[in-house]
Each structure stands twice: as structure tokens, then as C-alpha cells.
């Protein structure tokens, strides 16, 4: 069973970056797709953006432009690069795979961006 762990949150001021990573216990070698969400107080969990095995990658619109996912096989790492952070960017970040079947969610990581 993988296991993910997702650190690299903290406080940031708008305009400013942070890098996420998504450590893997196990391999993700077998894990065609991995997203990142992210869930603020009060709302869903929403996909942010996803990456598949051979590089290929989707955004949400709120993020495009924004944000780049990218991922290291070899380390069993996926990494999330926010730039131009928002206020609204402010939730709790956390990988697992996408389109279902998902694996035991981590405690994520948080992101706050202050006004």
C-alpha cells in the first residue's frame, strides 16, 4: 500500500511561491496519474492538478498559468510549483491519484497566503 506525504506549505504573502512535494513510500511507478487537491474550511476537496506517468499534465482554470506540477519517478516524488499566490489559494494541499481508487489520504500540508 502506498503512503503519501505531503509537506513544503506555510505562510506566504500574495504575489509569493511555494514548491509541495508528495513523497511516496512505495513506488509510484505503477501510479499512472497523480493530482493534487486541495480543500479549503468549509469547501470540497478539489483537483488542482494532475500528472501522468509519461509527463503529460492538466490544470484547473484557476490555476493555469500559475502553478506547474511535475514528478520524479526515480524519488517516488511529485511536486506542485505555486507561483503569483492568492488569498484563495489559502487550503490544505494533498496528492493521491486521480480518477478514483484512492489510496489512504495523507494529512496534507497547509498553504496560507496572506492579503
Known amino acids: 500500500q502506498v503512503q503519501l506525504v505531503e509537506s513544503g506549505g506555510g505562510l506566504v504573502q500574495a504575489g509569493g511561491s511555494l514548491r509541495l512535494s508528495c513523497a511516496a513510500s512505495?513506488?509510484?511507478?505503477?501510479?499512472?496519474?497523480i493530482g493534487w487537491y486541495r480543500q479549503a474550511p468549509g469547501k470540497q476537496r478539489e483537483l488542482v492538478a494532475g500528472?501522468?506517468?509519461?509527463?503529460?499534465?492538466r490544470y484547473a482554470d484557476f490555476v493555469k498559468g500559475r502553478f506547474t506540477i511535475s514528478r520524479d519517478n526515480a524519488k517516488n516524488t511529485v511536486y506542485l510549483q505555486m507561483s503569483s499566490l492568492k488569498p484563495e489559494d489559502t487550503a490544505v494541499y494533498y496528492c493521491?491519484?486521480?480518477?478514483?481508487?484512492?489510496?489512504?489520504w495523507g494529512r496534507g500540508t497547509q498553504v496560507t497566503v496572506s492579503s
Open positions: 500528472i501522468i506517468y509519461g509527463g503529460g499534465t
Open positions: 512505495g513506488s509510484i511507478f505503477s501510479i499512472n496519474a
Open positions: 493521491n491519484k486521480m480518477g478514483g481508487s484512492y489510496y489512504p
